[in-house]
């Protein structure tokens, strides 16, 4: 058995807005594009991608984690728009945004990112941004169609939900995609 895991943390979504959700992925499958969609039970929001880690090294950062969640209290959040990155001409990732206490999310994340430093995973280079990945595109699509589908799904908004835990997890990628097994999770205070 390996020593080393791959490992991400992340805020849970509420079921309630995951259902939402997956109602916007089955209607743009409707359309027929040629995407891998992220299983509705695996969407979340991404705070630090940590990569390839050694087991041993999950108490220290459950540690960081736990410090971070500690300095913030519940934040009051909505799923908000559709679009991909980089760009329409060229979508690799299809996703829906996050609004409401934005401030307070990157706090979050930029105190998490300085914990995680100190303990020797390098900080983030680019700026954060909040998204909820749908799906990643892997081959050309039609341009136009796409940008129907988005624009058929472009208000699409949620209710507003509480997050209030940071989770540690396991990544397994697998044919079937990625699996993911929570090693912990902390309550924002």
Partial sequence: MSNIIRTFIAV????KIISSIARVQEGIKNYGFKIRWVRPESIHLTLKFLGNIEVADTENVGRAVFRASKEYTPLSLQVKGIGVF????????????????LETLVGLQKTLDKNLEAIGFPKEKRPF?????????KKKID????????????????????ADRVVLYKSELK???????????????
């Fill in 143 to 162: 341009t136009n169609t796409f940008i129907e589908a988005l624009d058929t799904f472009g208000n699409f908004e949620t209710e507003t939900f509480t």
């Fill in 129 to 137: 941004k909040g998204h909820l990945t749908l799906g990643r595109i």
């Fill in 12 to 15: 849970e979504i509420p079921e």
């Fill in 86 to 101: 980089p760009g329409i001409k060229r979508p690799r990732v299809v996703w829906v945004g996050i609004t409401g206490q």
């Fill in 175 to 189: 044919a079937s995609g990625a699996v993911y097994t929570k090693l912990m999770s902390a309550r924002l205070a």
